[in-house]
């Protein structure tokens, strides 16, 4: 049976792994401190992901010999204490220098974020599956009864110990297990994938979303307003309701299919800076200005499909002032992005990029961009004049 030293001590090291982890968390919370002093290409810190591969693959082995520990009998407090005491001295706070080591000025926004994210996921995993380890009251009298309530099952203490990784809690500490493990691994895919691969898989998962509302709005135009009810309610009734409760009317229909093309030109943008401006064709130089570019870039990349969304629920609604700001902001939001590395990736274009594929593409694409912008304040002007 376990002795109430190593109890004891396991309650000490629950307690402090308990609070460190709300410490972790909560400086989590709050939006990174800027660096104290700027950086050069040539003075670049350590890198966050290499500690970050260490740490994670530490805190999953630990993680595996808690959950060990938890599921298997007999209960070993001494064990369990040591285990959290690595975690807790050692993965876990290399694990948050990493964090700290990785500013947005520094190593991106976008890194930063999703450093700052996948920690999150890692400490709250822990958090759950801490949560798991419940230490036995094993108090009793000289002659070996129970001082507190009696045991429903007869059990003697040893007995509970030797029981404590097994029942119904299994399950969530392997859910738990499973959580922290995922975390990890994402942490760990960041050595490999690096800034410019995280990068490149973000303006696809961008361009796919802003797709995906094009998708659906097109599917919305298409609908026939003629359509009898009993037609749509016997089409299929198990089918999730649309977000549109019906098709669009003829008075905002011109001006769907308007926006419907200007929105298919936007997310041309995505496509033409992965092939020009992006890795693997053009490495983004490890510099504070070329930092600061992606910075913007990344930004406006990704307001554009949340905007596109706001745009879809404005249509549904036939808002029609609504739906003109949103797409005048996702107008101005890519030329911006576009601009942005316009001129490539030095300080002020540095001129670069003047004149190459991607700066020529651009300006044309810039053109077509403002062209249909005229359009539709043109049709928003004739359909206001014909009202009056």
Known sequence: MADETGLEKLRLTLATTRSLLQQFLASLSTAPSPASTPTTETQLPTNPLALLYTSATLTKAHTTKL???????????????????????????????????????????????????????????????????????SSTTANGATAGPPLKTGETDA??????????????????????????????????????????EKVIQYRDMLKDAITELKEWSEENPEESDFDSFTEDTTEEPSTA????????????????????????????????????????????????????????????????????SAFYEEEEGEVRAHVERCGRLAKEAAATVRGGWGADGEGEGEGDAFSIWARRWEDLVEKGEREMRVGNELGGSSEG
């Open 245 to 312: 409760s019906s098709p669009p009317s003829p008075d905002i229909l011109p001006l769907l299919l308007q926006a419907l093309k200007h929105l298919t030109l936007l997310s041309l943008l995505y496509t033409a800076l992965l092939k020009h401006r992006l890795p693997p064709k053009t490495p983004v130089p490890p510099s504070p200005p070329a930092i600061q570019k992606l910075n913007t870039l990344m930004e406006s990349l990704s307001c554009i499909p949340d905007t596109a969304d706001e745009l879809a």
């Open 159 to 200: 007995q509970k110990l030797a029981n404590m990784g097994s029942g119904a809690g299994s399950r969530d500490s392997l859910a738990s297990t499973g959580v922290v493990w995922g975390a990890c691994d994402a942490l760990i895919a960041l050595q490999t994938k690096g800034l410019e691969g995280l990068v490149v």
């Open 67 to 137: 959950t060990l520990l938890l599921l298997n009998p007999p209960f070993t407090p001494t064990a369990i204490s040591t285990v959290l005491h690595d975690l807790s001295t050692g993965a876990l706070p290399v694990m948050m220098t990493a964090v700290e080591i990785c500013m947005p000025e520094t190593w991106s926004k976008t890194l930063s974020h999703e450093v700052r994210a996948g920690v999150r996921r890692v400490l709250g995993g822990l958090v759950a599956l801490i949560a798991e380890v419940v230490i036995p009251d």
